[in-house]
């Protein structure tokens, strides 16, 4: 701070004032360095974004008293000034203005900046009724961050800060926490390296759902991202959020259910349809199960810092080993004995749990069942993730989780597989019919938790800001500012009118049905394993033909911008999804002429698919995040040497393809890739397609089962191979 010193004659009525206020001015803390200090780390997000031009920033931030976070900003000459409860609500708030004017987009698929010479006349105060903006599923950890380093996990937490987010899900680096804690329970290094994972399925043993699948669990791995991990929440810390750390739920390894015989231990029952390793869950009243907790949390408040908000889930998609006699005392002491446990730990803490249990398993968690199972938590020492809504209703059918907080969301994106979809006017209107409800309980926050990421941006664009605006802002206003930020000019009429058909074919779907069609996962027919059936299915989701238009339009005008501008990866994203499902109706279309003996028509079917899926493969080179090779090289670069890194390939190939197990989710998490089109999912198609119409051609009976398991053996191969893929 510059002072400039004057001469001035000071007469007789000021000596005694001057003094006042030199001493004034020692005594008083300057509280603009305070408040430089305070803001010093959302000051940080802003200048990696917009660099030098964040000093016309002044942020300050006004003492929270009601937990309702607002921000405040007014222009005044080259000066923003920006006021918030919260370093998160000042990012956001600088973000909304950014994105207002115009100037700016923050997406995953890339930034668009653009700021004007001089800021314009601006002003706009909002606030949320909800103290938490959640953010990332359990799942994402899996699905899309395996091989993130901390340039990437920085740019993902900048993210969520201009999104709002304050109530993030933290999950890297606890292995190094259950590594030391089994260790002191006696099992030993080899025990641990058959216990855990590899890399890409930790999130399902976390969650007690399988072990060993895939491993092992390289040392440097697990040294990696403990390391990383103390990054993600320092920043994250420092930015005001509420990180949410793991907890212990209850599962053991299996070395140590056979080195304790007295204590009850249950062996589950294989997870998702079988074919996995067992699992052993602890019983909670065992008094180990209290010890265990309160150590993992000890040793992991060693490692990482004091936390706030432990997530525990005991049942994720596992039916609770409870005797049908005493089934809903036994409910309530194991809700009682995690809570306690987290407390004992970590005194005042809260205990966070998903809510997808209960709308997974509706036959279970009756009423009853839920309310016994949180009857003896209190109120406000828990929060109950209900991020399902796009799903089930289980808020409504639980009574508002019986008075216990709550948060409430979706989860939009299911394995990280990225068709184009949402449901713009969904998400208003429920948020709108929320706030109005007078059954909504003790509701404290709002997000969307998606299993994997990198796609749909606008989805998450539109849903962040719900909660500030609480969907008082008319939809078409809100896209018109939406198009300008991420395009860069007065949109047209047409781009306009294009993203409105848009809105009505594909942005008009709430959950993509597709896929979990039939019992078989995969976005698109293309996507699933190979089977006749496909000639009942129904049709996907969406309006096509308006779909068609809408890409119509965007193709037109796209000679109006550059090939490498956000336009030019929309109309990408448009296209592919729209000749995805051409690719669809040809497929059953294709089926039904071999089947009906019409070869001519049929190869003439089969050669229009793979035309159309390598075109589809070959523009997909326009978005480099959307590539097998991507995928595949980041996680070969993560391996310390080439046995690691050939593991981790394995596994990158492994989880969106076979998945695991006997059940149903091969192609669970099915990637609309460069790569996968003609690597992966024609290969597949040609197969079958070829063995169906040599039966045709020879009046043979078509054994699908054995053609299937031909195709699932060359899958195996395929996930195995440490290969990259040269692009055609």
Same mark, same amino acid.
């Given at each position: 701070?510059?002072?400039?010193?004057?001469?001035?004659?000071?007469?007789?009525?000021?000596?005694?004032?001057?003094?006042?206020?030199?001493?004034?001015?020692?005594?008083?803390?300057?509280?603009?360095?305070?408040?430089?200090?305070?803001?010093?780390?959302?000051?940080?997000?802003?200048?990696?974004?917009?660099?030098?031009?964040?000093?016309?920033?002044?942020?300050?931030?006004?003492?929270?008293?009601?937990?309702?976070?607002?921000?405040?900003?007014?222009?005044?000459?080259?000066?923003?000034?920006?006021?918030?409860?919260?370093?998160?609500?000042?990012?956001?708030?600088?973000?909304?203005?950014?994105?207002?004017?115009?100037?700016?987009?923050?997406?995953?698929?890339?930034?668009?900046?653009?700021?004007?010479?001089?800021?314009?006349?601006?002003?706009?105060?909002?606030?949320?009724?909800?103290?938490?903006?959640?953010?990332?599923?359990?799942?994402?950890?899996?699905?899309?961050?395996?091989?993130?380093?901390?340039?990437?996990?920085?740019?993902?937490?900048?993210?969520?800060?201009?999104?709002?987010?304050?109530?993030?899900?933290?999950? @890297?680096?606890?292995?190094?926490?259950?590594?030391?804690?089994? !260790?002191? /329970? *006696?099992?030993? $290094?080899?025990? +641990? #390296?058959?216990?855990?994972?590899?890399?890409?399925?930790?999130?399902?043993?976390?969650?007690?759902?399988?072990n060993s699948l895939e491993g092992p669990l390289p040392q440097e791995w697990i040294k990696k991202k403990s390391t990383?991990?103390?990054?993600?929440?320092?920043?994250?810390?420092?930015?005001?959020?509420?990180?949410?750390?793991?907890?212990?739920?209850?599962?053991?390894?299996?070395?140590?259910?056979?080195?304790?015989?007295?204590?009850?231990?249950?062996?589950?029952?294989?997870?998702?349809?079988?074919?996995?390793?067992?699992?052993?869950?602890?019983?909670?009243?065992?008094?180990?199960?209290? @010890?265990?907790?309160?150590?993992?949390?000890?040793?992991?408040? !060693?490692? /990482? *810092?004091?936390? $706030?908000?432990? +997530? #525990?889930?005991?049942?994720?998609?596992?039916?609770?080993?409870?005797?049908?006699?005493?089934?809903?005392?036994?409910?309530?002491?194991?809700?009682?004995?995690?809570?306690?446990?987290?407390?004992?730990?970590?005194?005042?803490?809260?205990?966070?749990?998903?809510?997808?249990?209960?709308?997974?398993?509706?036959?279970?968690?009756?009423?009853?069942?839920?309310?016994?199972?949180?009857?003896?938590?209190?109120?406000?020492?828990?929060?109950?993730?209900?991020?399902?809504?796009?799903?089930?209703?289980?808020w409504e059918n639980q009574e508002a989780f019986y008075g216990k907080q709550w948060t409430y969301g979706y989860v939009?994106?299911?394995?990280?597989?990225?068709?184009?979809?949402?449901?713009?006017?969904?998400?208003?209107?429920?948020?709108?019919?929320?706030?109005?409800?007078?059954?909504?309980?003790?509701?404290?926050?709002?997000?969307?938790?998606?299993?994997?990421?990198?796609?749909?941006?606008?989805?998450?664009?539109?849903?962040?800001?719900?909660?500030?605006?609480?969907?008082?802002?008319?939809?078409?206003?809100?896209?018109?500012?939406?198009?300008?930020?991420?395009?860069?000019k007065n949109i047209s009429d047409t781009v306009f009118q294009s993203w409105q058909l848009l809105l009505e074919s594909?942005?008009?779907?709430?959950?993509?049905?597709?896929?979990?069609?039939?019992?078989?996962?995969?976005?698109?027919?293309?996507?699933?394993?190979?089977?006749?059936?496909?000639?009942?299915?129904?049709?996907?989701?969406?309006?096509?033909?308006?779909?068609?238009?809408?890409?119509?339009?965007?193709?037109?005008?796209?000679?109006?911008?550059?090939?490498?501008?956000?336009?030019?990866?929309?109309?990408?994203?448009?296209?592919?999804?729209?000749?995805?499902?051409?690719?669809?109706?040809?497929?059953?279309?294709?089926?039904?002429?071999?089947?009906?003996?019409?070869?001519?028509?049929?190869?003439?079917?089969?050669?229009?698919?793979?035309?159309?899926?390598?075109?589809?493969?070959?523009?997909?080179?326009?978005?480099?995040?959307?590539?097998?090779?991507?995928?595949?090289?980041?996680?070969?670069?993560?391996?310390?040497?080439?046995?690691?890194?050939?593991?981790?390939?394995?596994?990158?190939?492994?989880?969106?393809?076979?998945?695991?197990?006997?059940?149903?989710?091969?192609?669970?998490?099915?990637?609309?890739?460069?790569?996968?089109?003609?690597?992966?999912?024609?290969?597949?198609?040609?197969?079958?397609?070829?063995?169906?119409?040599?039966?045709?051609?020879?009046?043979?009976?078509?054994?699908?089962?054995?053609?299937?398991?031909?195709?699932?053996?060359?899958?195996?191969?395929?996930?195995?191979?440490?290969?990259?893929?040269?692009?055609?």
């Amino acid at each position: 701070m510059k002072i400039e010193c004057w001469k001035v004659r000071i007469n007789n009525s000021l000596k005694f004032v001057i003094p006042f206020f030199v001493m004034l001015f020692f005594l008083v803390p300057d509280v603009y360095s305070q408040n430089i200090e305070n803001t010093k780390s959302s000051k940080a997000v802003l200048e990696r974004l917009i660099g030098k031009r964040a000093s016309e920033f002044d942020f300050t931030i006004i003492e929270n008293k009601n937990q309702s976070d607002w921000f405040e900003i007014t222009t005044k000459g080259n000066k923003v000034k920006i006021q918030g409860t919260s370093n998160t609500a000042l990012c956001y708030a600088a973000y909304n203005f950014l994105r207002d004017i115009g100037a700016v987009i923050v997406s995953w698929e890339g930034n668009r900046v653009d700021l004007p010479t001089s800021w314009p006349k601006y002003s706009k105060k909002e606030s949320t009724p909800f103290e938490y903006r959640e953010y990332l599923n359990a799942c994402t950890f899996g699905y899309t961050t395996p091989w993130w380093d901390w340039k990437r996990w920085e740019q993902e937490i900048d993210w969520m800060a201009f999104h709002g987010i304050n109530l993030p899900t933290a999950m @890297e680096g606890q292995e190094a926490v259950w590594q030391e804690l089994w !260790k002191e /329970y *006696g099992v030993t $290094d080899s025990q +641990l #390296a058959a216990h855990f994972t590899g890399p890409a399925f930790l999130p399902w043993q976390r969650m007690g759902n399988i072990n060993s699948l895939e491993g092992p669990l390289p040392q440097e791995w697990i040294k990696k991202k403990s390391t990383l991990q103390k990054q993600i929440l320092q920043k994250m810390r420092a930015l005001g959020m509420y990180p949410v750390v793991p907890a212990f739920s209850g599962y053991v390894p299996k070395a140590f259910a056979e080195q304790h015989p007295e204590s009850k231990i249950s062996e589950l029952k294989s997870w998702s349809g079988g074919g996995f390793a067992s699992t052993y869950l602890l019983d909670s009243k065992d008094p180990l199960f209290k @010890e265990i907790g309160k150590r993992f949390i000890e040793i992991y408040t !060693k490692l /990482y *810092g004091h936390s $706030d908000f432990y +997530l #525990a889930d005991s049942f994720n998609e596992i039916t609770p080993p409870v005797s049908e006699e005493h089934k809903y005392d036994e409910l309530s002491d194991y809700g009682k004995t995690i809570f306690e446990t987290i407390n004992e730990a970590s005194p005042g803490a809260v205990w966070v749990m998903q809510g997808w249990l209960f709308g997974d398993n509706k036959e279970f968690w009756t009423k009853e069942a839920t309310s016994a199972f949180l009857s003896k938590v209190p109120n406000d020492r828990m929060i109950i993730q209900d991020y399902a809504n796009d799903r089930y209703k289980v808020w409504e059918n639980q009574e508002a989780f019986y008075g216990k907080q709550w948060t409430y969301g979706y989860v939009h994106n299911y394995g990280g597989s990225n068709p184009v979809y949402g449901d713009l006017n969904f998400y208003k209107n429920e948020l709108t019919s929320l706030l109005k409800n007078p059954n909504k309980g003790n509701v404290v926050g709002y997000g969307v938790m998606p299993e994997g990421l990198n796609n749909n941006s606008i989805v998450y664009e539109y849903i962040y800001d719900l909660p500030w605006t609480q969907g008082k802002e008319p939809i078409a206003d809100w896209l018109k500012k939406y198009l300008k930020a991420r395009y860069g000019k007065n949109i047209s009429d047409t781009v306009f009118q294009s993203w409105q058909l848009l809105l009505e074919s594909v942005y008009s779907t709430k959950y993509w049905e597709t896929r979990w069609w039939d019992d078989r996962a995969g976005a698109y027919l293309f996507f699933k394993r190979p089977t006749l059936e496909i000639t009942e299915f129904k049709g996907n989701p969406g309006d096509k033909q308006k779909l068609k238009e809408a890409l119509d339009i965007l193709k037109k005008e796209s000679e109006n911008f550059n090939k490498n501008s956000l336009y030019t990866y929309d109309l990408i994203d448009v296209s592919r999804h729209y000749f995805s499902l051409c690719i669809d109706d040809l497929l059953i279309e294709c089926v039904k002429a071999y089947e009906r003996k019409d070869v001519p028509k049929g190869d003439e079917l089969f050669k229009e698919i793979e035309n159309q899926a390598l075109r589809i493969d070959n523009m997909l080179s326009g978005q480099p995040l959307n590539d097998l090779n991507h995928w595949l090289q980041s996680a070969w670069d993560y391996g310390s040497n080439t046995e690691e890194s050939k593991l981790y390939v394995k596994n990158a190939k492994t989880i969106i393809t076979l998945w695991g197990g006997e059940g149903h989710l091969n192609d669970y998490a099915s990637r609309s890739w460069r790569g996968m089109y003609a690597e992966f999912y024609w290969p597949r198609w040609k197969m079958f397609l070829l063995a169906l119409r040599e039966s045709e051609i020879n009046n043979t009976s078509f054994d699908e089962s054995n053609v299937r398991a031909s195709i699932k053996n060359w899958e195996v191969k395929w996930s195995e191979s440490a290969a990259m893929y040269k692009h055609r």
